[in-house]
């Protein structure tokens, strides 16, 4: 049996409809069934569901053999996985975000530290990093940070909170990532669900 840790939240939603456009109907079915579950299983493989975050930790640490998650989440944890492939889905970009654009932002506010410490060190500019876990774009609006360093999808968001995007930088997506160890003790059935995936991949090219 394969163990799959998939985000909860919107990813798991766009995984599902994923999911139908292929017709893994006896996946998608059991998702869609879940209220407060967070362990799913159907004949030949077991979900679990983690914050988003933590996906690339339980595969890594071998609870499960593959995983979900966005590329943000792997530039920001650098985790020892074996990254296997893009997924149509999940599409945002990293962005400084601000009230208004400026030549230098001393204090930045984010929860990607790595992220932004690795761009701002890019740059050659010296910045102060605040680490938050959510709602960042407060930091900017009440004048805590003179920018916010985060993942933008439709930037709705930064409008509603009277910010804008000021520089766009890489680009994100879902992923497909294993275990290493399960790779090679799983191949055939890991190989498998790739294929599967990859039939989803051509019909969205």
Known sequence: MITIALSKGRQLKDFIQYLDEINLTEWSTALK??????????????????????VPVYVEEGIADLGITGSDILIEQNCN??????????????????????????????????????????????????KLNGSVELAATIDMADAIMDIVQSGKTLHDNGLSEQVRLDDINARLISNKHAYFSKYDEIQ?????LKVTNNVHN
Not at 33 to 54: A, C, M, N, P, Y
Not at 89 to 106: L, M, N, Q, R, T
Not at 192 to 196: G, L
């Open 33 to 54: 069934s879940v209220s407060r579950e967070l362990v799913i299983q159907t004949k030949d493989t077991r979900f679990i569901l983690v914050k988003g975050e933590d």
């Open 81 to 130: 996985i074996n990254n296997l492939m893009d997924l149509p889905f999940g599409y945002c970009h990293f962005a400084i975000a601000s009230k208004e654009k400026k030549d230098v932002y001393p204090v930045v506010a984010t929860k990607y530290v790595n992220f932004t410490r690795q761009y701002f060190d890019s740059i050659k500019q010296p910045v102060k990093i605040i």
């Open 192 to 196: 498998t669900i790739i294929n599967q």
